[in-house]
Each structure stands twice: as structure tokens, then as C-alpha cells.
């Protein structure tokens, strides 16, 4: 019981950790990408000058992250009349919470044996082992959809609450188009779910770690490619992202459904955003990518085509695990970052168009195909 209780803190623990330092370091890394795509210099104005010296650690302004921090905290908390002032309170929080849950039933490694990493740590865990995942729960995908639809609870109360017509308008935006792309997301995981027959994140990473013809890892994006680009397209949708940023279109609505929040309050639904991104690499790479495998990699090592065995300490398969899953998020949010700053913002009749006149009967049919394929094989 205590030596259960010990890892499922350490797990959380780590998740708040990276969570935490993915939303920090985006912020450095938005800016720094979009300098460099622009051949800019960047972000490189904030410092940290050394005691007593003239010596400035600029750290490719790595700082900017901290300064944003602190801005937000010791701001003024600007508190408007509002229609109801726990809605308007509450809001932030609504947004910010279930990005965080959603963490919690994605597997970010193999199995966990303390007792081989340290030989004392055999007195409390015995020869126990663990998934690395806070909640390996069966219905691991569907709670993923049930946490991800909240925030757009909270655009509306924000939206509602604030007494103001851009922020209205914009929690309007964000309703109508966080649930047209919910259902997008919905069908094209369908396909993996047909495939793989279970809605368990855990037992899709494990059934992603073969060989496919012999050479081909057994990963989600090469079984169902057409899925994995419908798939990520409506996670960006999902976040508001440029070129799907109408809720909150600076041109258009100052800032959208949380115009008229200040300080840590706004902090947190810009921070919410940026975990978001983290969020939405951690489900590609989960359902796509093939999570924390490497191909012909296993729990004991690696086992290449042809018979050959290349063994690796416990210790080094989980660091390895561990690193691999935090790269393909990187690379994944890199990417998300990439677009970003690549497309122009759609028209907001436009990106409801483009939601249900073309990627909702894209994904329709691409599960149409994924069933007869599958029915196929199996009959």
C-alpha cells in the first residue's frame, strides 16, 4: 500500500514537472523558432547580470520565460463589473485543470521495477513493477476526450461572465469551434481503436513496439497515415492555434474570450495554451508515434530482425523510455510551433467549413475504410 502510494506520487510529481517545464519552455521556444524562421535574432533582451561584474548571461534568452513569470505574477489583478463574479473567478481554472488530467492516463514509459534500479528499494517494493503512467485505466482514451472537452466550459464562462462583446463573441467562437473539431478527433482515433481492439493507451503503445513487413515500425502513423494528419489538424484546432486562433483574434477581439482578465488570471489561460501543445505531442506520439518505443526495442533491450539480442540494464531501458517520449513530444511541438507561424489565420466562416464540409467527411470515410480493412483481415 505505502510502497503504491510512493511511486504514484513520484509519477504525478514527474508529469506536474514536465508539464510544468514544457509550458515554460515553449514560451522561449515560440519565440526563438519564429525568430529564426523570420531570420530574426530573437528573444535576447532579458539578462541576469552577475554581482559586482558587468557580465550578462543573456542564455540564448532563456530568460524571457522567467521575466514573463514574474510580470504576470506581480501585475495588478484588474477586476471588471462582470455578470457573476465566481463564473468570471472560476473560468481560468476550468481551463487550466483538465489539460493537467489528461496527463495522467498517458503512458510515458515501460514497466518500473525499483528494486532492480536500486538493490535497498527491494525492502519496500519487493519485486514489484509499474507502469509508467499515473492511471493505467481501461478506458484510458475515453477519459482523454472527457477531460479535453472541459475548457471549453470555462471559455464560456469566462466569455459570458466578463460583461464584454469581444469576450462573448469570442467564448461564442470557441464553443462552436472546439466541439466541431471534437468530433473529428473522435473518428479518426476510432480507426486506431478498430485496429488495435482496445481503448487503453498502455496496450496501444505495447501493440505498437513490432515490426511491420519486417522493417516497418508497428507504429499508429503507418497503419493509419491519413488518420494521423486529420488527427493532429483538429488537435491544433482544438488549442485555437494560428491558423484556427478566431476565439481569440487579436485583430478582431483584442484577446478574445479572456479580454478582460489581467495578471495570473490571463497567465493561466495563456499558460493552459501553451501546456495544451505539450498535451496534444504527448497523444500524437502515444497513438502515432509509438509512445516511449524505439524500433526493435523491449524491455530487456533491443531485438533485432535476424535473431540478434543487444541486452540493457534495467536502469538504462527506462531512462532511455523516458528520454524517447519526451524527444517525439518536443519534435511533435516544434512542429505544432512550425505551422504556427507558417499559415495565416482562416476567416471564421471558413474554419467551420473547412471543419464540417471537409475533415468531417474525410474522417468518415477514412473509418469506413479502416472497418472494411479490418473486417477483411479478419474474416
Known amino acids: 500500500m505505502i510502497a503504491d502510494l510512493v511511486i504514484a506520487l ?14 515554460t519552455i515553449l514560451t522561449w521556444v515560440e519565440r526563438k523558432q519564429a525568430a529564426v ?50 463564473a468570471y473567478a472560476v473560468a481560468p481554472w476550468v481551463v487550466f485543470t483538465p489539460v493537467l488530467l489528461v496527463f495522467a492516463v498517458i503512458p510515458f514509459g515501460g514497466m518500473l521495477t525499483p528494486a532492480k534500479l536500486f538493490a535497498p528499494l527491494a525492502q519496500l517494493f519487493g ?8 492511471a493505467n485505466l481501461d478506458a484510458g482514451i475515453l477519459i482523454v476526450f472527457a477531460f479535453s472537452g472541459l475548457p471549453v466550459i470555462g471559455a464560456m464562462l469566462a466569455g459570458w461572465s466578463s460583461s464584454n462583446k469581444f469576450s462573448l463573441l469570442g467564448a461564442l467562437r470557441a464553443g462552436s469551434q472546439m466541439i466541431s473539431y471534437e468530433l473529428v478527433l473522435a473518428l479518426t482515433t476510432l480507426g486506431l481503436i478498430l485496429i488495435y481492439g482496445t481503448v487503453n493507451l498502455d496496450t496501444m503503445v505495447r501493440m505498437q513496439s513490432g515490426t511491420v513487413l519486417g522493417f516497418l515500425p508497428a507504429w499508429g502513423i503507418v497503419y493509419q497515415p491519413f488518420a494521423a494528419i486529420l488527427f493532429l489538424t ?14 481569440e483574434a487579436e485583430s478582431e477581439l483584442i484577446a478574445g474570450y479572456f479580454t478582460e482578465y489581467s495578471a495570473m ?32 526495442m523491449t524491455d530487456a533491450g533491443f531485438a533485432f530482425p535476424g535473431g540478434a539480442l543487444l541486452g540493457l540494464p534495467h536502469g538504462a531501458v527506462v531512462v532511455t523510455q523516458l528520454a524517447v517520449f519526451l524527444a517525439k513530444v518536443f519534435l511533435v511541438c516544434s ?27 474525410l474522417a468518415l470515410a477514412n473509418l469506413c475504410v479502416t472497418a472494411v480493412g479490418v473486417w477483411a483481415l479478419r474474416a
Open 10 to 23: 513520484v509519477f504525478i510529481g514527474y508529469a506536474i514537472s514536465v508539464l510544468m517545464g514544457f509550458g
Open 127 to 134: 519485486d514489484k513493477s509499474y507502469p509508467m503512467q499515473i
Open 335 to 361: 512542429f505544432q510551433i512550425l505551422i504556427r507561424w507558417t499559415l495565416p489565420r482562416f476567416r471564421y466562416d471558413q474554419v467551420l467549413v473547412f471543419a464540417w464540409k471537409f475533415m468531417f467527411p
Open 234 to 247: 483538429a488537435a491544433i484546432a482544438e488549442n485555437k492555434r494560428i491558423p484556427f486562433d478566431l476565439p
Open 265 to 296: 488570471k490571463m497567465g493561466l489561460f495563456m499558460f493552459a495554451e501553451f501546456i495544451e501543445i505539450a498535451i496534444v505531442g504527448a497523444l500524437f506520439t502515444t497513438l502515432f508515434l509509438g509512445g516511449y518505443n524505439l524500433p526493435f
Open 37 to 86: 524562421m523570420s531570420d530574426r535574432i530573437g528573444a535576447n533582451r532579458a539578462y541576469i547580470r552577475i554581482p559586482f561584474t558587468q557580465v550578462k548571461l543573456v542564455w540564448w534568452g532563456l530568460f524571457h520565460g522567467m521575466a514573463d513569470g514574474l510580470k504576470m505574477l506581480l501585475k495588478e489583478d484588474f477586476k471588471p463589473r462582470t455578470y457573476d463574479w465566481y
